[in-house]
């Protein structure tokens, strides 16, 4: 089987009270994927990761560049 992959967005509170974009299957995804980025998040449960548009995987730190087209 294979593993699904990541296709929502979500917006993490860190600890400064700034945001940051993650792209993970579920929230509990976006929170690990922020803390193995070395960021101090928010962990109060009213600060917990929300969902938001797709238009903002541009700006997700875990966003893979896209690859060159070749002439």
Known sequence: ???R???AVFSVT??????????ARHAKGA?????????AIDRSPTARPRRVDDLFA???INRK????EAA
């Open 5 to 7: 992959k990541p296709d």
């Open 58 to 60: 541009e700006r997700a």
């Open 14 to 23: 860190l600890a400064t009270g700034g945001l940051v974009y993650v792209i």
């Open 1 to 3: 089987m294979s593993k």
């Open 31 to 39: 929170s690990s994927v922020a803390v193995q980025a070395g960021l």
């Open 65 to 68: 560049a896209k690859k060159t």
